[in-house]
């Protein structure tokens, strides 16, 4: 929650720091929050639950390596707010590779660097037992049903 207080106010100039106090309310404050980031932050905000729900016991669960789909996000977050709400994603996730569609006069609105950045994956550890195990030969048989003018192959 610290991490969504402090990209709230660097991205988009929210002061939400009573977030933080223990008599925070959810819904007085959504309401609170300007219309037009509803829709782009209840995108980031399931995002974050998912992981979360994902992985309860991992203490940075947002900091985990993965990839999120995105489609057109140009149609729920107004072009005024798509630069600062895509930052505000990328910071907020900073190990995951995003994957979204634009269309061409909305691309100038990317964030400076983040078509830049790379998911960071391990490379693939194999060794001479890693090889897969033989799939063992099936028996074949062969049946002419007497409807039939093919035959009909199956595996037992």
């Given amino acids: 929650m610290t991490r969504i207080c402090r990209l709230l106010d660097h991205r988009f100039g929210l002061d939400v720091s009573h977030w933080l106090r223990p008599a925070f309310t959810a819904g007085r ?4 929050l300007p219309k037009e980031l509803h829709k782009p932050l209840t995108v980031a905000l399931d995002a974050v639950r998912h992981t979360l729900d994902a992985f309860p016991r991992m203490r940075a669960a947002l900091d985990l390596p993965g990839v999120i ?24 996730f ?40 033989p799939i ?9 049903l007497l409807h039939h003018t093919s035959p009909c192959f199956c595996h037992a």
């Fill in 69 to 92: 789909l995105l489609h057109r996000p140009d149609l729920y977050c107004a072009s005024a707010l798509l630069t600062a709400w895509l930052g505000f994603l990328d910071e907020l």
């Fill in 29 to 32: 404050a959504w309401d609170e």
């Fill in 136 to 144: 063992p030969p099936l028996p074949l048989r062969l049946f002419k």
């Fill in 94 to 133: 900073p190990s995951i590779q995003s994957f979204m569609t634009f269309p061409a006069e909305s691309r100038r609105l990317m964030p400076q660097g983040i078509c830049q950045n790379e998911l960071p994956l391990p490379a693939p550890q194999t060794t001479a037992t890693d090889r897969p195990a």
